[in-house]
């Protein structure tokens, strides 16, 4: 689908599939069809996301993969071996950057944007507009914004779009069990919405009140058992006093991550959970 859009001359389309459903394998075989229109650019906005893709794109190709990040600098311009994906992260493709590594206007014959509904902030779209020969594919699971800015203005086309329900239905992603835990201490209705979302502002008001975490913590670790737990906060203040209070309820190692974590706290908190060591990892917008 992604393929017969750019063949009607479509510049930029969109693969949306719900979060766990190949997104980075179906776009790594893109990336090989690709790859003899030249170097392909993949661009994304955390480490997280950078290293992933690293791993599944020269897994499943076979092709080099240079990082273009900070003081990381991608092999662009060997005579015979320079890297065939660039994967790169959107905070450091500046313009001014972009000259200076000599990243030429015709140099990407493929440009794929990760958590495409990012894409309408300025950042990317003077990447895509810099690299104006390329073709644009958008990977994401949420093809609707929270602002209600609307994604036409950088894809043009839809190619393909499947379903979590879907996914469900058709045995790739288990059923969700929600549980409603009722806690009376928490009250939120005069929390009002902000694009979409309880404001962050006043949730926050209330989760740092420490009866109320109490009231979520217990229920929670009684249900959790010892399944591997993702819990989101509003703020960083609140996860990580969550995180003490968890640990009055379980002996289970509890961690916590956040805009303000370092680069190895994260990768030892989020390998810990991979890994099994850290059973709770309590997170505010990192896991989003």
Excluded at 103 to 131: N, P, Q, S
Aim: proline share 3%.
């Amino acid at each position: 689908s992604v393929m017969n859009e750019w063949s009607k001359d479509v510049r930029s389309t969109l693969l949306v599939l719900p979060t766990g459903c190949g997104k980075t394998l179906t776009a790594s075989e893109i990336i090989k069809l690709r790859r003899p229109e030249g170097k392909i650019l993949w661009i994304a906005h955390t480490d997280e996301l950078l290293k992933q893709a690293r791993e599944d794109i020269e897994a499943h190709t076979g092709l080099t993969c240079g990082v273009e990040k900070a003081e990381s600098r991608a092999d662009l311009h060997s005579l015979f071996s320079s890297d065939d994906v660039i994967i790169a992260s959107r905070q450091t493709l500046t313009p001014s950057r972009m000259a200076y590594r000599g990243m030429r206007r015709d140099m990407i014959g493929t440009l794929i944007v990760d958590e495409a509904h990012h894409a309408t902030a300025a950042g990317y779209r003077k990447i895509i507009d810099h690299f104006s020969d390329a073709k644009v594919l958008g990977l994401t699971a949420t093809p609707v914004r929270g602002d209600q800015v609307g994604l036409s203005a950088v894809f043009e086309s839809v190619a393909y779009r499947y379903e979590i329900r879907d996914a469900i239905r058709d045995g790739y992603l288990c059923k969700i069990d929600q549980i409603t835990i009722n806690c009376s201490k928490i009250d939120l209705r005069d929390v009002k919405t902000l694009a979409g979302d309880l404001n962050q502002g006043q949730l926050a008001a209330i989760m740092k009140i420490e009866e109320t975490l109490h009231q979520v913590a217990k229920p929670m670790v009684e249900e959790a058992k010892e399944r591997p737990t993702i819990v989101f906060m509003p703020t960083m203040d609140s996860a990580r006093e969550f995180a003490r209070i968890l640990t009055a309820y379980t002996s289970a190692h509890v961690a916590v991550v956040g805009g303000d974590s370092t680069p190895e706290e994260r990768y030892r908190a989020i390998e810990g959970f991979r890994s099994g060591e850290v059973q709770f990892l309590v997170n505010c917008m990192v896991l989003t």
